[in-house]
């Protein structure tokens, strides 16, 4: 918006009555408590300012911001869509919509927002990314690449967009180059802890295990309660067959997120390992009590079932994992995939 737009001539005072201030005053005061984290302080003086002017376009549309970052999703859709009403070419809040219905799962109304986000901005590269990440979640990969590098070529040295279009790119399983995508959004931005994550797993695919290891390491450097980046760690050491760091990689994931029913289940897989069967049961247990269709949970609890001589039991949890089970004396077991 031009910087008319973003003036008013109302001017706003405070609740006990005190020294009046412009409308853009109290907006500068508004964005500082916004950066600020103070929601509640910045929604009161949006507030005000919509008491002196119930048009004013930037207050409806921040404080539409400030009800998402809230919490209140379909507050901010109608604040917002009331500022755009107002002033249709308020790129910014049509960003910022797409943001509130990305959050709601409202993919097609995002990928419209961002659209026009970028019709009355072309160069408005933040948005060509949200646009990008709207359309990979809706399964256009390839659209979703032709936003991300119309976003790096306005800006090159978006580490957000060379991140984004890594992970499509990992999604095609061309590794490789979104490694390289990892690699430049790291040296632009190096302490991106989610980037070192999925680093670590595109290196882990390549068969790079120590550079791996370094990856999610650098993660946990950055964000120690990153419990994601623990359990990729203990599938590395796993593959390593360094079953006792990968127990305690697995553990430290679970104190962050006890309801982290993948960590349950690869830590059951390494406790099986280490046959230490009483111990896996459990941990698989604890998978399917919080994620109840888990077939690979519950096909490995039968295995280890099977292993410590409970065969019903065992037979029955493979089958529910794996698939039916018959077993014939001269073919062996075999297994017909089924569902949960």
Known sequence: MSEKDLKSKQSTSSPSGQQRISADKALAIAEQHLSAGRLSDAANVYQLVLQSDPTQVVALHFLGVVAHQMGRSETAVDLIKNALTIAPDYFAAHNNLGNVYIELGE??????????????????????????????????????????????????????????????????????????????????????ADVHNNLGTALKKLGKMDESIASYSKALTIQPQFSEAHNNLGTVFQKLGRLDAANASYREALKLNSKFADAHCNLGSALWAQRRFEEAVASYHEALAIKPNFPEAAGSLGSVLLAMGKLKEGLAMEQTGFGIISFDLERGVSTNSGSM
């Not at 590269?125 to 990979?136: D, E, W």
């Open 107 to 192: 993919l097609d109304e995002a990928v419209a927002c961002y659209r026009e986000a970028v019709a009355v901005k072309p160069d408005f590269f933040s948005a060509y990314n949200n646009l990008g990440t709207a359309l990979q979640k809706l399964g256009k990969k390839d659209e979703a690449i032709s936003n991300y590098q119309k976003a790096l070529s306005i800006q090159p040295e978006y580490a957000d967009a060379h991140y984004n279009l890594g992970n499509v790119l990992f999604e095609q399983g061309k590794l490789d180059e979104a490694v390289a995508r990892y690699r430049k959004a790291l040296a632009i931005s190096p302490n991106l």
